[in-house]
């Protein structure tokens, strides 16, 4: 993650794996749900696995749906899961069809919406069947309906805070209604099918489940409506990815239908970045490493496997402005970098650290401002870093971040110019590929063989509970 700005955001940088999430076989009386997961009109990490996890875990299979939606082959799923999506990629004209001859045919689509300005494309979805979310708030007390309890006699949304009403028509069956009955969750037959129309509110956000989810009837919900549709078990149940991939020499960039407008200017702005990557790191990337760039539909951020990074489109307001971008692509592209032995305790300020040395050779302003701001956070916990042990278990964060970035700085002061650059020519000489651990002693003692001096007396000066004698790597 580029900078604390993102960790408000729903996105957070992280190493990741994606595709089919397999349930167990289930005993094959039980329903079974085959649903799809929409990440293509916007990308979270919510509507990548956890929402699954969240509520259809042990009862199905989740596939994510990365393309354009109205490539997805939908005859083996029974539930479709959509979001309001971000304003700057409309549901097309041929995914919406799509989404109604799956619903025509049986299907269930959960559409998570709320009105706002300006209105979320997926409403769209929601005005060809009549409904229309609003910009008017629900009134407490929200209450169930008896057609939801009906399904799930315990319902109640007691915990909901918030969210806003959805207006629709006579065909519509209210399940969720605020105290003056205007619908927050409300369902209709489409064909053979049912669209469920919903406050995202109703729904959860924390990625450890901690706030009101409603699971204890959104999961029978979403079980009694979608397994009205029969799906084949045995037959595979596969992630649909995007359909573009278009080879640019050092990478394939990745993108759909909805973000083809914005790939090639992320996929330049790395070209321009990775040079740079190159010269502060004196290294290319490790083998095998940032052979694909998937542009993502968000602004929330990007992440990192190694072998493929990915962006978000609208990161910062690109294109409006530039540096928050290259700080981005220089954080996830950095990761391939310092791969295969990811840093202790600073793996991700030193991504960002990259990121901001890029925007500086860039001669980009904010590059400093980013870095100076991060150390002056630090600083007050620790006004010379000299005393807190930032790799003690409750280091505060800011303090993590700020420390990491002062302790480059320094060593490139010290030992530089270009210390950074001889730290990972030296790491990767010194560590084979296939050792499985790396600690901070031994990141001190490759630092130490990396600069000629036994940094050693250096770290702990300033308070880092390190010792020569728990790494098998000499400090000279
Ligand atoms: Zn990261």
Not at 131 to 139: D, F, I
Not at 171 to 185: I, Y
Not at 305 to 334: C, T
Request: charged share 20%.
């Amino acid at each position: 993650m580029p900078s604390t700005r993102l960790f408000a955001a729903s996105i957070a940088c992280a190493t990741l794996g994606y595709g089919v999430t397999h349930a167990q076989d289930a005993p094959t009386t039980r329903p079974i749900v085959h649903s799809v997961s929409d990440i293509s009109q916007e990308f979270s990490f919510y509507m990548d696995g956890r929402f699954y996890t969240q509520y259809l875990a042990g009862h199905g299979r989740d596939a994510r749906n990365w393309g354009s939606l109205h490539r997805v082959d939908l005859s083996n799923t029974n539930l479709l899961v959509l979001t309001g999506g971000d304003p700057r990629i409309p549901y097309s004209e041929a995914s919406l069809d799509h989404i109604d001859a799956f619903l025509e045919g049986g299907g269930t689509v959960l559409l998570m919406i709320d009105g706002a300005e300006p209105m979320p494309p997926g409403a769209a979805l929601a005005l060809r069947h009549g409904a229309e979310p609003t910009l008017r708030a629900a009134k407490a007390p929200i209450r169930v309906t008896e057609a939801l309890t009906a399904l799930h006699r315990t319902a109640d949304v007691d915990a909901f805070r918030s969210g806003r009403t959805i207006a629709c028509g006579e065909d519509f069956e209210h399940l969720v209604v605020d105290a003056e009955g205007e619908a927050l969750l409300t369902v209709r037959d489409v064909g053979e099918g049912h669209l469920i129309v919903g406050s995202r509110n109703l729904f959860g956000s924390r990625p450890d489940a901690s706030d009101p989810i409603h699971a204890d009837w959104v999961t029978p919900m979403l079980i009694h409506f979608a397994t009205q549709k029969p799906v084949v078990t045995r037959r595979h149940h596969p992630a649909t990815w995007v359909e573009h991939a278009e080879d640019l020499g050092p990478l394939v960039l990745e993108y759909h239908d909805g973000t083809a407008p914005f790939a090639r200017a992320i996929a330049d702005e790395y070209l321009r970045v990775r040079p740079h990557l190159v010269a502060i790191t004196g290294v290319e990337p490790a083998p095998g490493m940032i052979k694909r760039l998937l542009v993502l539909p968000t602004g929330g951020g990007g992440f990192s496997s190694g072998e493929r990074i990915a962006i978000g489109a609208f990161w910062g307001d690109f294109p409006k402005n530039r540096y928050p971008m290259v700080e981005l692509i220089g954080h996830e592209a950095g990761h391939s970098w310092v791969l295969p032995h990811p840093e202790p305790l600073w793996n991700e300020p030193i991504a960002t650290w990259l990121g901001i040395q890029v925007g500086r050779r860039m001669g980009m302003p904010e590059a400093d401002q980013t870095l100076e701001r991060q150390i002056r956070l630090g600083r007050r916990f620790d006004p010379d870093f000299t005393k807190v042990n930032a790799l003690a278990e409750d280091a505060p964060r800011d303090l993590i971040w700020g420390k990491s970035y002062f302790v480059f700085e320094e060593l490139e002061r010290l030992h530089g110019p270009g210390a950074m650059a001889r730290y990972f020519q030296k790491k990767r000489m010194l560590l084979a590929p296939d050792r499985k651990t790396y600690t901070f002693d031994d990141l001190v003692a490759v630092w130490s063989q990396a600069v000629g001096e036994d940094l050693f007396p250096w770290f702990q000066g300033l308070g880092f509970g390190v010792d020569a004698g728990r790494t098998d790597l000499r400090s000279r």
